[in-house]
């Protein structure tokens, strides 16, 4: 457990499966690309509550509250905000912290949602897996402002998995890990708060019709849209104006101090260059004896907490003896169920590059097949977690998943420090 309450690996990924029902799931899925190109929105806890829904985003909201968030609040929470990303093949998320984005730029005030949620609706086990969301043990410190530590030494690895869903404590920094899959990458985030943040307001009716949203008497007919209402699209089913973003440290000081990031030791911007061993060359070595993995789940008596001082009180209110209001559900949205997070360590290995993949292997976890891992929850003490970058992914095509790998902590920096010394002599040689 953290200073601040935070119990590894429980708080860092609480994984269910078959979240909603699969009628609801494609209809999500049919629009969510006109979604993503529209503002974060805004549901009330009565709304969520009591199902006053106009859309079946919310109506999922709802279904997700009643079957596995509802014992997870604090009594006096205030509502769920929520959004879609749709990514293109491959492509990652920069670390981050969720965050009233109106305080932090008016008021430079970090304000945190009490829980982050991820509710993916696309990925598979059978063919190729989407890059994993990665949580990381890395929190802002407003005494400091930055995020804290430096060098984060535990990662949850959540594989999306259609109609998987992970919930996570709303204080931990947190990215999208890249792949080598050429499926695009589809999720709905919603984050619990106990205030409302400023600036996030409900659907509006204009944007429901625009898009021609489906309501929950309606998702099961998909509403034929018309070419006005059609999401511009970059040519391959994906909005235009899709930013994407690299897995990398933030850009410029002004974000320095509320991202977080993995290492002190890349450059704005930059990947990391260790060499990462290619796989199909790689020799049985030290770890060929698996090691067991320990097995971790939320516990349903204890839930996550959030580190807001004005949220204080929320933060002693979450476990499961409050009173809490719960829709009486039909039998088909009762259906999720939490799955075990195995959770390994890499703390003590041989002080060498070594990729994810390759992590998961040595503990006999699986990424493809009938097996495969859904979240693995990681201890790297010593070891920074760096994207690959593409030269790495070229060298490993066809043999690599998750392009990610390990790297001892100091190793990029001492690099960068080499390199930066031959050129400093290179040009006094001149």
Same mark, same amino acid.
């Given at each position: &457990?953290?200073?601040?309450?935070? /119990?590894?690996p429980h708080d860092f990924a609480a994984v269910? !499966?078959?979240?909603?029902?699969?009628?609801?799931?494609?209809?999500?899925?049919?629009?969510?690309?006109?979604?993503?190109?529209?503002?974060?929105?805004?549901?009330?806890?009565?709304?969520?509550?009591?199902?006053?829904?106009?859309?079946? =985003?919310?109506?999922?909201?709802?279904?997700?509250?009643?079957?596995?968030?509802?014992?997870?609040?604090?009594?006096?929470?205030?509502? *769920?905000?929520?959004?879609?990303?749709?990514?293109?093949?491959?492509?990652?998320?920069?670390?981050?912290?969720? /965050?009233?984005?109106? *305080? &932090?730029?008016?008021?430079?005030? &970090?304000?945190?949602?009490?829980?982050?949620?991820?509710?993916?609706?696309?990925?598979?086990?059978?063919?190729?897996?989407?890059?994993p969301t990665a949580v990381i043990d890395q929190?802002?410190?407003?005494?400091?402002?930055?995020?804290?530590?430096?060098?984060?030494? !535990?990662?949850?690895?959540?594989?999306?998995?259609?109609?998987?869903?992970?919930?996570?404590?709303?204080?931990?920094?947190?990215?999208?890990? $890249?792949?080598?899959? #050429? #499926?695009?990458?589809?999720? &709905?985030?919603?984050?619990? =708060?106990?205030? #409302?943040?400023?600036?996030?307001?409900?659907?509006?009716?204009?944007?429901?019709?625009?898009? +021609?949203?489906? +309501?929950?008497?309606?998702?099961?007919?998909?509403?034929?849209?018309?070419?006005? +209402? #059609?999401?511009?699209?970059?040519?391959?089913?994906?909005?235009?104006?899709?930013?994407?973003?690299?897995?990398?440290?933030?850009?410029?000081?002004?974000?320095?101090?509320?991202?977080?990031?993995?290492?002190?030791?890349?450059?704005?911007? !930059?990947? *990391?260059?260790?060499?990462?061993?290619? !796989?199909?060359?790689?020799?049985?070595?030290?770890?060929?004896?698996?090691?067991?993995?320990?097995?971790?789940?939320?516990? +349903?008596? $204890?839930?996550?907490?959030?580190?807001?001082?004005?949220?204080?009180?929320?933060?002693?209110?979450?476990?499961?003896?409050?009173?809490?209001?719960?829709?009486?559900?039909?039998?088909?949205?009762?259906?999720?169920?939490?799955?075990?997070?195995?959770?390994?360590?890499?703390?003590?290995?041989?002080?060498?590059?070594?990729?994810?993949?390759?992590?998961?292997?040595?503990? $006999?976890?699986?990424?493809?097949?009938?097996?495969?891992?859904h979240a693995v929850a990681i201890d790297h003490? $010593?070891?920074?977690?760096?994207?690959?970058?593409?030269?790495?992914?070229?060298?490993? *095509?066809?043999?690599?998943?998750?392009?990610?790998?390990?790297?001892?902590?100091?190793?990029?920096?001492?690099?960068?420090?080499?390199?930066?010394?031959?050129?400093?002599?290179?040009?006094?040689?001149?």
């Amino acid at each position: &457990m953290t200073e601040s309450g935070i /119990k590894w690996p429980h708080d860092f990924a609480a994984v269910f !499966r078959h979240a909603i029902p699969d009628q609801m799931l494609d209809t999500l899925c049919r629009e969510a690309s006109a979604i993503a190109e529209c503002d974060n929105f805004w549901t009330t806890k009565e709304g969520v509550q009591n199902r006053l829904t106009q859309t079946v =985003w919310e109506e999922v909201i709802s279904s997700i509250h009643d079957s596995i968030v509802c014992n997870k609040l604090p009594k006096s929470w205030a509502g *769920a905000e929520w959004w879609v990303q749709v990514y293109e093949p491959g492509k990652g998320l920069a670390f981050h912290f969720d /965050k009233d984005e109106h *305080a &932090m730029k008016e008021k430079h005030q &970090m304000i945190q949602p009490v829980l982050s949620s991820v509710l993916y609706l696309t990925g598979d086990c059978a063919t190729e897996r989407l890059g994993p969301t990665a949580v990381i043990d890395q929190q802002f410190d407003a005494e400091q402002g930055k995020a804290v530590p430096d060098s984060p030494g !535990r990662t949850a690895l959540i594989f999306p998995c259609r109609n998987n869903y992970v919930l996570f404590d709303g204080r931990l920094g947190h990215g999208v890990l $890249g792949s080598s899959s #050429k #499926k695009p990458r589809m999720t &709905m985030l919603i984050n619990w =708060w106990a205030e #409302k943040p400023q600036d996030v307001n409900a659907i509006p009716a204009e944007v429901i019709k625009q898009h +021609s949203l489906s +309501s929950c008497a309606t998702a099961s007919h998909p509403h034929e849209s018309s070419s006005n +209402s #059609k999401p511009a699209s970059s040519g391959n089913g994906l909005p235009s104006d899709l930013q994407q973003l690299d897995l990398a440290p933030p850009l410029g000081n002004d974000t320095k101090s509320v991202s977080p990031h993995t290492s002190q030791a890349v450059e704005p911007g !930059r990947h *990391a260059t260790a060499e990462v061993p290619n !796989r199909r060359d790689q020799s049985q070595d030290s770890h060929q004896d698996k090691p067991e993995a320990e097995g971790a789940v939320l516990q +349903s008596d $204890g839930g996550v907490k959030t580190g807001a001082e004005d949220q204080e009180e929320a933060h002693q209110q979450l476990s499961s003896d409050q009173a809490c209001h719960v829709t009486q559900l039909p039998e088909s949205d009762a259906k999720a169920e939490q799955v075990q997070v195995p959770a390994i360590s890499i703390a003590g290995w041989d002080e060498s590059p070594v990729s994810v993949d390759d992590v998961l292997e040595t503990y $006999g976890l699986q990424l493809i097949g009938s097996s495969a891992v859904h979240a693995v929850a990681i201890d790297h003490n $010593g070891f920074d977690l760096f994207p690959l970058d593409e030269e790495n992914l070229e060298a490993n *095509a066809g043999s690599i998943v998750t392009a990610a790998a390990f790297i001892p902590v100091g190793l990029v920096s001492d690099q960068s420090d080499s390199e930066s010394q031959d050129s400093t002599c290179s040009e006094v040689g001149q």
